[in-house]
């Protein structure tokens, strides 16, 4: 058990949520209780899960990559077709790990999908998390250079990404080509404007964050961080989210950032919630090791009741400061009742809480 001295309680009134989305991690497995046995059934429910998640009326629909693994670990095909079949929703990964991306076709990717979405994707890009496979990155064609580390290598490839998506051109044309070119100097296409402001980057330390700000990407924290302070989870990252504002102000961007968080969230509105998801065990923050030298932080969930949630999220000051929640999903209990979950947070519990 771990106990905190905690601050006096932040209402949630204060900083109404502007936004309210989903994030799936996109599991599968071939076993009879999951409704994803294939990659098939994960890539073609998650597609559903945004239309139902639009028709109720949520403002995202995002998706955790990860590669090796028997989850989602293409992200621009799901985007596009989430994309194709949606009209309003955001659409967004939380994150790529940019340790095993080509940022060039990348940025064509992005610009594919978000031409096909209107203008919706939100990207969340990082350095990745603990993986599957002792750095799988390699077998994707990338090592870091001399000196560098594989995180600085994922921020090196990321820096690449945002220098591409701002849409200038780079490359000297072939004087005899194929078809005839546009005057100058060529870029990657296509090329969509306004995704430059709208990718993300997951930070896992206040350093990071500040990093983010400066070089002017909005911020997604998720429901782990490094244990900076010895602090609750959700103060620890209420302090990263001021520093990161902080270093945004400093670094002079016109617009206003954008900021999201992760939760684990469950409204126990009928039997299937509460078996699933009435056994308070997950009330307390837990801390671990992510790797051999970082001490992490891996935030609570919330199950209750609504009227016991509304009062319990009123407290997370993280949630409080950020202007996006994205709720973290079982997808293998299927979509009718992913959308269930979706929906009894939007209509018993996020009204309360300031949202629209």
């Known amino acids: 058990m771990v106990i905190y001295a905690l601050r ?3 209402l949630f009134c204060g900083s109404a ?11 599968w497995t ?4 999951s409704q994803t046995r294939s990659a098939a059934d994960a890539l073609l429910q998650s597609i559903e899960l945004a239309v139902a998640a ?3 009326g949520a403002d995202g629909a995002y998706f955790r990559v990860h590669h090796f693994a028997r989850q989602l670990g293409s992200p621009f095909p799901l985007l596009a077709a989430v994309g194709a079949k949606t009209s309003r929703i955001e659409i967004g990964t939380a994150v790529i790990d940019m340790r095993y991306e080509n940022p060039l076709y990348m940025a064509e990717d992005a610009g594919a999908a978000d031409l096909i979405a209107g203008g919706r994707l939100q990207l969340g890009i990082s350095r990745g998390s603990p993986e599957q496979v ?8 990338y090592q870091p250079a001399e000196g560098e580390s594989d995180a600085d290598m994922g921020r090196r490839h990321a820096e690449v990404f945002l220098d591409v998506l701002r849409g200038e051109g780079f490359a000297r044309p072939n004087p005899r080509p194929m078809f005839p070119n546009p005057p100058g100097l060529l ?4 090329h969509s404007p306004g995704l430059r402001e709208r990718i993300w980057w997951g930070a896992g330390s206040n350093a990071t964050a500040v990093w983010a700000a400066k070089l002017g990407m909005n911020l997604q924290s998720s429901t782990l961080k490094n244990d900076e302070s010895g602090l609750p989870f959700h103060v620890q990252q209420a302090d990263q989210i001021r520093a990161y504002r902080e270093a945004w102000t400093e670094a002079g961007h016109e617009r206003e950032p954008r900021v999201s968080v992760s939760r684990s969230i469950f409204a126990l509105v009928d039997e299937r919630d509460r078996a699933y998801f009435g056994h308070g065990r997950q009330e307390e923050d837990q801390i671990g090791f992510i790797d051999e030298k970082t001490r992490a932080i891996f935030g609570r969930g919330y199950a209750a009741e609504p009227d016991a949630l509304v009062e319990q999220l009123a407290q997370d000051e993280a949630i409080a400061a950020a202007d996006t929640l994205l709720l973290t999903v079982p997808n293998q209990l299927g979509v009718d009742y992913n ?3 979706i ?5 018993q519990v996020a009204p309360a809480l300031g949202w629209r």
Do not use: C, N
């Not at 936004?19 to 991690?25: A, D, T």
């Not at 071939?30 to 209780?33: E, K, L, M, R, V």
């Open 339 to 341: 959308a269930h979950v």
């Open 54 to 56: 639009e028709q109720l």
């Open 8 to 10: 006096p309680p932040t």
């Open 134 to 141: 002792i750095d799988g990155w390699r077998y994707f064609g």
């Open 187 to 190: 870029r990657p296409e296509p």
């Open 17 to 27: 949520m502007k936004k309210i989305g989903f994030l799936s991690f996109g599991h």
């Open 343 to 347: 929906e009894a947070i939007l209509t």
């Open 30 to 33: 071939p076993s009879s209780g």
